[in-house]
């Protein structure tokens, strides 16, 4: 029994989560609406926009990984990447989450210093 929650509700769960901390989230592509998977898109003026995907791990769980950073010299680049992404899995969520730290609404840690 697979006991994920269905990406749409996951989605809708993270934009009302950092709505309600005063930030703001979008959907930038709708994926599949049960089994979809999600790709977090972290941004905030201060610092280059992270992607993260929810990797499968070898003890079956499945976490949040770094998929891409923007690099400030080429910030064109990373938007690319992601709309490639999603036109080449029809499955695939891309939600954009603008707070500070928004690594925190997907539980990841950042590690500054």
């Known amino acids: 029994m697979d006991d994920r929650i269905p ?7 993270l934009i009302r989560a950092v709505e309600g901390a005063g930030g703001f989230g979008m959907v930038l592509s709708k994926g599949e609406r049960t089994a979809g998977t999600v790709m977090v898109i972290c941004c905030n003026r201060a610092t280059p926009a992270r992607a993260y995907e929810r990797m499968p ?4 769980t499945r976490k949040w990984v770094l ?3 923007q690099d400030p010299e ?6 690319e990447w992601y709309q490639r992404r999603g036109a080449q899995d029809d499955d695939l969520w891309v939600v954009e989450l603008d707070i500070a730290n928004a690594e925190r609404f997907i539980d990841v840690a950042l590690h500054n210093g």
């Open 7 to 13: 990406a749409h509700l996951e989605v809708t769960g």
């Open 57 to 60: 791990q070898l003890d079956g």
């Open 67 to 69: 998929s891409k950073e």
């Open 74 to 79: 080429n910030p064109h680049d990373f938007s």
